[in-house]
């Protein structure tokens, strides 16, 4: 199975704050890297595939970058409605399998 | 509008059954490789299983975890999947979601889901 590792599994910023938040798997994925944001209480929602594709109506503010087994999630000025968690998942096998998450705190 | 919606869950004790529904509307079920994906609350995500198109053989996969206990089915006519969980376990008390994507053929970086059902495994 391929694990995936995130880092940090929190950290705070403050609104405007360019964030970074890694990924990295147990083995080479290319580029079935997946990010996702999810609110408390909510489903996931899927901000970028396939690496650095974003998902239709997310914010360019966000950025995925990275291939082979290191993956970065990039939110280039912070804003209030992006306090969330962020989990990254492969999708180059199964058992499909996500990180452990980051949850993004208001500093 | 894209919608899926779970149902069934509730509280069940450990050794119980419990089958779980997610009913789809707005998109082409017949052709999506639908997922479970299972959440206890404060943690992170699990994938629990998946189910292939008919058209791509209906084959089955599952997490290591739940394998040989859950069976995930699906019913076309009705645009619906299922979850069928035997042998409940503590550590199987979770916010269960289907879901699926749309941007991939595999289906499998996920823009589509639930809102998700709870299952409690308690005695």
């Known amino acids: 199975d391929i694990q995936m590792t995130q880092s940090p599994s929190s950290l705070s910023a403050s609104v405007g704050d360019r964030v970074t938040i890694t990924c990295r798997s147990s083995q080479s994925i290319t580029t079935y890297l997946n990010w996702y944001q999810q609110k408390p209480g909510k489903a996931p929602k899927l901000l970028i595939y396939q690496r650095s594709t974003l998902q239709g109506g997310v914010p360019s503010r966000f950025s995925g970058s990275g291939s082979g087994t290191d993956f970065t999630l990039t939110i280039s000025s912070l804003q209030p409605e992006d306090f969330a968690t962020y989990y990254c998942q492969q999708s180059r096998s199964t058992p499909l399998t996500f990180g452990g998450g980051t949850k993004v705190e208001v500093k | 509008e894209v919608q899926l919606v779970e149902s069934g869950g509730g509280l069940v004790k450990p050794g119980g059954s419990l089958r779980l529904s997610c009913a789809a509307s707005?998109?082409?079920?017949?052709?999506?490789?639908m997922n479970w994906i299972r959440q206890v609350p404060g943690k992170g995500l699990e994938w629990v299983g998946r189910i292939y198109s008919k058209n791509d053989g209906g084959t089955t996969e599952y997490a290591a975890p739940v394998k040989g206990r859950f069976t995930i089915s699906r019913d076309d006519s009705k645009n619906t999947l299922y979850l069928q969980m035997n042998s409940l376990k503590s550590e199987d008390t979770a916010v269960f979601y289907c879901a699926t994507g749309s941007n991939s053929h595999d289906s499998s970086d996920f823009d589509r889901w639930g809102q998700g059902t709870l299952v409690t495994v308690s005695s």
């Open positions: 707005g998109f082409s079920f017949n052709n999506a490789w």
